[in-house]
């Protein structure tokens, strides 16, 4: 099944997930590209394991949903999305049995490391959302990526390795196939967890089932009788920086739109947090009473992160620099 950012709760649960099969182990698979692994691999257990995958690549994406539905691995969720906040914000604590990497982009230009997946970090985070006795699995082909890879793990403090033969399904997987028409081999490191530490998800929530709910970022305000703009110009600001979070969020207002269905108007924003990126659309639309709403859509399907309310933020006091009276801010 594929399933939206949106789709899941922060963090969720296996028996959400799977409701038929929630005491299976469960896998998560980093880039699974068209999706090979996981039928080959699924077919050496008696019960095929609960499986996440996440790919920021859509071609890909529908590929291995084709590939897993044609297999009949129902309990199987796909998502197209960067790994680290799918893993930090949907994964419980000490959740998975494995973590699975098969051929990893090796980035090898120099002054390109620092794009790796493979990093302390994620480490540290994988470390966090494995069950005692669970592995991180790395195959690949690419020696300096590998001998990168064991030394961040070392760095991160949290993880042992050991070199073993990869598990026969890495050997089948498109990149697989194609380093073996070169003649090229691959490594195989398991790297289990030496500690279990703590990395706390983020505040994130879901849209709530009603756009009324005070959930919903939003502001009421009073705007002038004059308010008409005829241009806007992008508008950036950044915020929520922390010593565990030091990139904070930026939030960008693209442009305004007039609507025609209700009276007011709609900001499209796009809000950067990490890895995360989400394009929202916030309403400003006439109540009753002579003041506007500004509420963030339901459409697009965005979730309420930290950027995402402070975008809410940023059109408010952009619209009081335009002489509007705010009478709450909701967000
Ligand atoms: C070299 S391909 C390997 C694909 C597949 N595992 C295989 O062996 O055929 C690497 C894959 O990782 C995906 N990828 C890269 N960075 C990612 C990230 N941060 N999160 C999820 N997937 C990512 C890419 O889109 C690509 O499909």
């Given at each position: 099944?594929?399933?939206?950012?949106?789709?899941?709760?922060?963090?969720?649960?296996?028996?959400?997930?799977?409701?038929?099969?929630?005491?299976?182990?469960?896998?998560?698979?980093?880039?699974?590209?068209?999706?090979?692994?996981?039928?080959?691999?699924?077919?050496?257990?008696?019960?095929?394991?609960n499986?996440?995958?996440?790919?920021?690549?859509?071609?890909?994406l529908?590929?291995?949903?084709?590939?897993?539905?044609?297999?009949?691995?129902?309990?199987?969720?796909?998502?197209?999305?960067?790994?680290?906040?799918?893993?930090?914000?949907?994964?419980p604590?000490g959740?998975?049995?494995?973590v699975?990497?098969?051929?990893?982009?090796?980035?090898p230009?120099?002054?390109?490391?620092?794009?790796?997946?493979l990093?302390?970090?994620?480490?540290?985070?994988?470390?966090?959302?494995?069950?005692?006795?669970?592995?991180?699995?790395?195959t690949?082909?690419?020696?300096?990526?590998?001998?990168?890879?064991?030394?961040?793990a070392?760095?991160?403090?949290?993880?042992?390795?050991?070199?073993?033969?990869?598990?026969?399904?890495?050997?089948?997987?498109?990149?697989?196939?194609?380093?073996?028409?070169?003649?090229?081999?691959?490594?195989?490191a398991?790297?289990t967890?030496?500690?279990?530490p703590?990395?706390?998800?983020?505040?994130?929530?879901?849209?709530?089932?009603?756009?009324?709910?005070?959930?919903?970022?939003?502001?009421?305000?009073?705007?002038?009788?004059?308010?008409?703009?005829?241009?806007?110009?992008?508008?950036?600001?950044?915020?929520?920086?922390?010593?565990?979070?030091?990139?904070?969020?930026?939030?960008?207002?693209?442009?305004?739109?007039?609507?025609?269905g209700?009276?007011?108007?709609?900001?499209?924003?796009?809000?950067?947090?990490?890895?995360?990126?989400?394009?929202?659309?916030?309403?400003?639309?006439?109540?009753?009473?002579?003041?506007?709403?500004?509420?963030?859509?339901?459409?697009?399907?965005?979730?309420?992160t930290?950027?995402?309310?402070?975008?809410?933020?940023?059109?408010?006091?952009?619209?009081?620099?335009?002489?509007?009276?705010v009478?709450?801010?909701?967000?």
């Open positions: 099944m594929i399933f939206r950012f949106s789709d899941f709760h922060f963090p969720d649960a296996a028996a959400r997930l799977y409701p038929h099969t929630p005491g299976r182990p469960w896998v998560l698979e980093v880039g699974f590209g068209d999706g090979r692994f996981w039928p080959h691999h699924a077919a050496t257990f008696p019960e095929a394991p499986y996440l995958g996440v790919e920021i690549s859509g071609t890909s529908l590929k291995a949903g084709r590939r897993l539905r044609a297999a009949g691995l129902d309990n199987a969720v796909l998502t197209k999305l960067p790994a680290a906040p799918l893993i930090r914000e949907v994964v604590q959740a998975l049995d494995a699975v990497v098969n051929f990893p982009d090796p980035w230009k120099a002054g390109h490391t620092g794009h790796r997946l990093r302390a970090p994620f480490f540290q985070l994988a470390a966090s959302r494995l069950k005692p006795g669970g592995a991180v699995l790395l690949t082909d690419h020696e300096e990526y590998f001998e990168f890879a064991c030394a961040e070392a760095a991160s403090g949290v993880m042992a390795v050991e070199f073993t033969e990869p598990p026969p399904a890495a050997l089948e997987t498109k990149y697989a196939l194609k380093w073996r028409d070169l003649g090229l081999g691959a490594r195989h398991r790297f967890p030496l500690a279990h703590a990395v706390p998800h983020g505040a994130l929530t879901r849209y709530p089932d009603s756009e009324e709910d005070p959930a919903v970022p939003h502001a009421i305000l009073t705007l002038p009788e004059t308010f008409a703009p005829q241009s806007f110009a992008k508008h950036t600001a950044r915020g929520g920086q922390t010593p565990e979070d030091p990139a904070g969020w930026t939030a960008v207002l693209l442009d305004l739109y007039r609507t025609l209700k009276t007011g108007w709609t900001a499209l924003a796009h809000v950067v947090e990490g890895e995360l990126t989400q394009e929202v659309l916030i309403g400003i639309t006439a109540r009753e009473d002579g003041t506007h709403l500004v509420r963030l859509a339901r459409f697009g399907g965005p979730v309420i930290p950027g995402v309310k402070a975008a809410v933020g940023v059109l408010t006091d952009w619209l009081e620099t335009q002489g509007a009276q009478r709450h801010r909701g967000y």
